[in-house]
Nanobody
Framework: VQLVESGGGLVQPGGSLRLSCAASGFVFSTSGMSWYRQAPGKGRELVASISSGGGVTNYADSVKGRFAISRDNAKNTVYLQMNSLKPEDTAVYYC??????WGQGTQVTVSS
């Protein structure tokens, strides 16, 4: 049972990244999924969430209009499309299944 994030990296302000989180070992299509992030010296915060079927999404105010969460239940994968990135988006990004399973995280750094 695991979640594996990928897609992080270094990007300039205004740029885009797409994070992926591949799930295995459980029935992915029955689990709500979320993306969290943790910046240096700060607590972990919820960025976005999506229902099991993908029909309901929620976003933190700080990313509304810039980030989009989606999922492909056939591929057991949840995504986070991040556009118009800002330096304050720099953090380790984690995906989480609704039953409290966490991935290992992927670093996103926004800097010129």
């Amino acid at each position: 049972v695991q979640l594996v994030e990928s897609g992080g990296g270094l990007v300039q302000p205004g740029g885009s990244l797409r994070l992926s989180c591949a799930a295995s070992g459980f029935v992915f299509s029955t689990s709500g999924m979320s993306w969290y992030r943790q910046a240096p010296g700060k607590g972990r915060e919820l960025v976005a969430s999506i229902s099991s079927g993908g029909g309901v999404t929620n976003y933190a105010d700080s990313v509304k209009g810039r980030f989009a969460i989606s999922r492909d239940n056939a591929k057991n994968t949840v995504y986070l499309q991040m556009n118009s990135l800002k330096p304050e988006d720099t953090a380790v990004y984690y995906c989480k299944a609704s039953f409290n399973l966490w991935g290992q995280g992927t670093q996103v750094t926004v800097s010129s």
